[in-house]
């Protein structure tokens, strides 16, 4: 498995920010990421895109982060950071970080961080 480490949730106040970051590496076999992202499941909700990157440098978010929240990659280190600004407390629930991947055994796939907590609440 490719292994994917996420960092930078916690709990702020509405309007604060925070920056995750994810980091994909492997161990014992090698492979190219097509592109990496986020997202997002708040209790009794399904799973919903927030924003993702291709290594080409195409972005793609929802609608309801457009202008507060910001992903950029760092090819040579296997990295996604989203800078999250602006933060309402409907943005609280857990955070994915997702790749899809050609890894050298296995061919295309997707793989999931174990998710991060962003609480937003006074």
């Known amino acids: 498995q490719v292994h994917l480490v996420e960092s930078g949730g916690g709990l702020v106040q509405p309007g604060g920010s925070l920056r995750l970051s994810c980091a994909a590496s492997?161990?014992?076999?090698?492979?190219?990421?097509?592109?990496m992202g986020w997202y997002r499941q708040a209790p009794g909700k399904e799973r919903e895109l927030v924003a993702k990157i291709t290594w080409g440098g195409s972005t793609n978010y929802a609608d309801s982060v457009k202008g507060r929240f910001a992903i950029s990659r760092d090819s040579a280190k296997n990295t996604v950071d989203l800078q999250m600004n602006s933060l309402e407390p409907e943005d609280t629930a857990v955070y994915y970080c997702?790749?899809?991947?050609?890894?050298?055994?296995?061919?295309?796939?997707?793989?999931w961080g174990q998710g991060t907590q962003v609480t937003v609440s006074s």
């Open positions: 997702n790749a899809n991947l050609r890894a050298s055994l296995y061919g295309v796939g997707d793989y």
């Open positions: 492997g161990t014992i076999f090698s492979f190219s990421i097509n592109s």
